[in-house]
């Protein structure tokens, strides 16, 4: 595997791959001297998402302090419980479909047009990164191609299923914070929160030029949710500087913790490196990894309470919006500019 260092640094939603110098790069930019020891999915805690709302006190105490450990000590975790396994099943067989039954014709009447496209495909194939992919919007209005006829439903009914449970996310994790339930949904005004959805194709038969699928990167927004069919492929870089393998549960969503989380607790839950090499065995694999983010004019920045003399703001502020542009992509790119945010220690 390439040192990470040198790989194109950029967000796995499809911008533009480009390169940046060495000094800018995201692992380097969080000082870890990276392992290239590939750990195993068993680092990665299980939250379930029932227990955090459970009746008995007790219970819900004990999940709630374990979520709280998985955001702050890990910063991603799987999730279960929280959408229907049937439902996330109907979701990757819909994706399968819209790439085994359109043709590339069809799907590129999806190529970008400009910067207000909704929906948006695209075919990588180059050293930084290896994939097909169908981006589209998912909230606050829905938009997906109308063939097939399977697909539209089914990942509709995924993307309500996942709204719910990232209300129900926002709650639990406002409580560890410190906050009332109703903080993070607030914040970030989730109703009418910004989220974009990737779903990705790396196929055998696809004519790979290199071992990355997607380059090493972090995500905008609140948290980054994913599904696949087969298993492989995500690598996430721990707080230790090691690569750990995610190796997602049949009956689990991957959750991983984003950039503006981060910036709202003032660098306490990290939004954690993550990238996708290709299988030696160039194994057909879906995915659909849905960034859920604030509304597009929620202006964010350290809050209050995780600022202090001994804590001083580590980011600056400035809405979802200008933070999703701020490196000349646009909405659907959603490219992370943290690093441009973080705000320099004093020498």
Same mark, same amino acid.
């Given at each position: 595997m390439a040192n990470t260092a040198e790989m194109f640094s950029q967000h796995c939603f499809g911008s533009e791959t480009k390169a940046i110098p060495h000094s #800018? @790069? $995201?692992v380097d930019s969080i000082n870890l001297s990276? @392992?290239? +020891?590939? #750990?195993s999915d068993d680092q990665v805690p299980t939250v379930d998402y029932s227990l955090l709302f459970s009746d008995d006190q007790n219970e819900r105490a004990k999940s709630l302090e374990h979520l709280g450990k998985a955001c702050q000590d890990f910063g991603f975790f799987y999730l279960i419980n929280g959408v229907e396994e049937s439902v996330v099943e109907a979701a990757l067989k819909g994706v399968s479909d819209f790439f085994e039954l359109t043709?590339? *014709?069809?799907?590129?009447?999806? $190529? !970008? !047009?400009?910067?207000r496209d909704r929906i948006r495909w695209g075919l990588r194939s180059h050293a930084g990164e290896n994939r097909e992919y169908l981006k589209i919007v998912a909230h606050p209005e829905y938009h997906c191609p109308a063939k097939p006829a399977s697909f539209r439903d089914a990942i509709g009914e995924y993307f309500k299923g996942m709204h719910k449970v990232e209300l129900g996310l926002a709650k639990a994790?406002?409580? &560890?914070?410190? #906050?009332? *339930? +109703?903080?993070?949904?607030k914040e970030f005004k989730l109703e009418a929160g910004f989220d974009v959805s990737a779903m990705n194709l790396y196929s055998p038969s696809f004519q790979s030029k290199g071992s990355i699928g997607v380059p090493d990167h972090t995500d905008p927004g609140f948290f980054v949710s994913l599904i696949q069919d087969v298993n492989g492929g995500l690598q996430v870089l721990s707080h230790k500087g090691?690569?750990? +393998?995610? @190796?997602?549960?049949?009956?689990?969503?991957?959750?991983?913790?984003g950039d503006h989380l981060e910036i709202l607790s003032n660098g306490k839950y990290k939004s954690h490196i993550h990238q996708v090499v290709l299988d030696d065995n160039r194994v057909k694999r &879906?995915?659909?990894?849905?960034? #859920?983010?604030p509304s597009l004019d929620t202006f964010v920045a350290p809050a209050p309470g995780f600022v202090d003399e001994s804590r001083p703001p580590a980011y600056g502020g400035? +809405?979802? !919006?200008?933070? $999703? *542009?701020l490196n000349g992509s646009d909405e659907i790119d959603v490219q992370s500019s943290l690093s441009q945010l973080r705000i320099p220690l004093p020498v």
């Open positions: #800018h @790069s $995201l990276v @392992s290239p +020891t590939d #750990h043709n590339q *014709e069809e799907r590129s009447e999806y $190529l !970008k !047009k400009n910067s994790i406002s409580r &560890i914070m410190g #906050h009332e *339930e +109703t903080y993070i949904e090691n690569w750990v +393998t995610v @190796s997602i549960p049949r009956n689990a969503i991957f959750i991983n913790l &879906i995915s659909v990894a849905t960034l #859920h983010g400035m +809405t979802y !919006k200008q933070s $999703l *542009e």
